[in-house]
């Protein structure tokens, strides 16, 4: 055994390797599994999808009754300021 210490840029250049190494692994397993991910047939559709589809039409819906109910409470409110306006003016 020698007791010199270990060649520190030899053993940086041995680590950085074997990382990049671990990195490429890595790498490849995320691009097989892709891979057999793209390569499988169509999957059902999730069961969870067409309620929520369903939820999504309802509320859809409810925000237009809304947004009706809205425009008409600004139109009244609109003639019953012009009204207001006209009433001030005639006793001015």
Known sequence: MSNQPPDEPANQV???LLARI???LVEN???RLERDE???PERAEDP???PLEAEIRRLRSEVQAMRAQLEAGLAERD???AAIQRTVD???
């Open 90 to 92: 005639r006793l001015s």
């Open 38 to 40: 793209r390569a499988l």
């Open 29 to 31: 397993q995320r691009l």
């Open 22 to 24: 671990r990195e490429i």
């Open 48 to 50: 969870r999808v067409a």
């Open 79 to 81: 003639a019953l300021v």
């Open 14 to 16: 041995v680590q950085d």
